[in-house]
């Protein structure tokens, strides 16, 4: 499963949102009372210290020339710079998001979500909160590139895209978020359809059976559904044993679908 970087109108807007926010909130900072007396007791030596400091608006070009050309690992190095030695500043904010992005078209699915979750718990109302919930799904949904490993990847894309539905139905990221639920929903009826061949060929048709009935049940719009109609059709009227629900109860390790097909997903 590729990676495809978003290269939309939709990403360009929102990075200009967290810019404009971020121009919007100057004018705040600059007259507020609570900085009075804020670097009073600096001393000589601090003050030293955050000069040698690279100004954020150069460690911010650093970043984005990296992050523009494909540097990823480049890019989070300059992001996470300006984040040490500029927490407060207003290039900070568009660095906490294209860190998280840097991560993400780095391959780095995990350490990317906790990035976008952590932007998400400092800028809750932030214009770029529907990105952020895409990109958690996008995160989930990346890490999912076989149908016989764990699924819980894509359950929890799933999720996550629903979430975004759910929060910000008339976001530009809508549409591909349904197209991504739809995606994910087909992966998991796939995941179950080889668990129940598994079963059927090991012999325990009981449990065969009852991974079948989820499928339908579950994913009834599937692609998959007439052939897994099918099969349990031609399993009707076998009984199953205590052994095969106990089995249909958890599903066999994928190492063992692996060696048994030698098979992946397109």
Not at 98 to 119: N, T, V
Not at 224 to 240: D, N, T, W, Y
């Amino acid at each position: 499963m590729k990676r495809q970087r978003l290269r939309t109108p939709q990403v360009l807007t929102c990075t200009r949102i967290v810019l404009a926010c971020l121009v919007a909130c100057l004018p705040l900072l600059s007259g507020c009372s609570v900085f009075d007396g804020m670097f009073s007791n600096v001393t000589v030596g601090e003050e030293e210290e955050v000069l040698k400091g690279v100004p954020p608006e150069t460690r911010l070009q650093e970043g984005m020339t990296a992050y523009e050309v494909g540097h990823y690992k480049t890019a989070a190095k300059a992001f996470s710079k300006l984040l040490e030695e500029h927490p407060f500043s207003q290039e900070a904010m568009l660095a906490e998001l294209k860190l998280a992005d840097a991560y993400y078209y780095d391959g780095k699915y995990d350490e990317a979500k906790k990035h976008y979750q952590a932007f998400e718990s400092r800028h809750p109302t932030n214009e770029a909160i529907p990105y952020v919930l895409f990109q958690y799904g996008m995160c989930d949904y990346s890490r999912a590139d076989r149908v016989d490993r764990d699924p819980g990847s894509m359950r929890l894309a799933v999720e996550s895209f629903t979430r975004l539905l759910n929060a910000a139905p008339n976001s530009p990221y809508s549409q591909e978020a349904t197209r991504k639920i739809k995606d994910a929903q087909e992966f998991l009826a796939h995941h179950e359809y080889r668990v129940a061949e598994f079963y059927r060929r090991t012999g325990k048709e009981g449990a065969a059976k009852q991974r079948l009935q989820y499928l339908l049940s579950s994913y009834p719009e599937s692609d998959l559904a007439p052939k897994a109609q099918r099969m349990l059709q031609e399993l009707e009227g076998k009984p199953a044993s205590e052994s095969d629900r106990a089995d249909a109860a958890v599903p066999p390790d994928a190492s063992t679908i692996e060696a048994d097909t030698g098979k992946t997903m397109e």
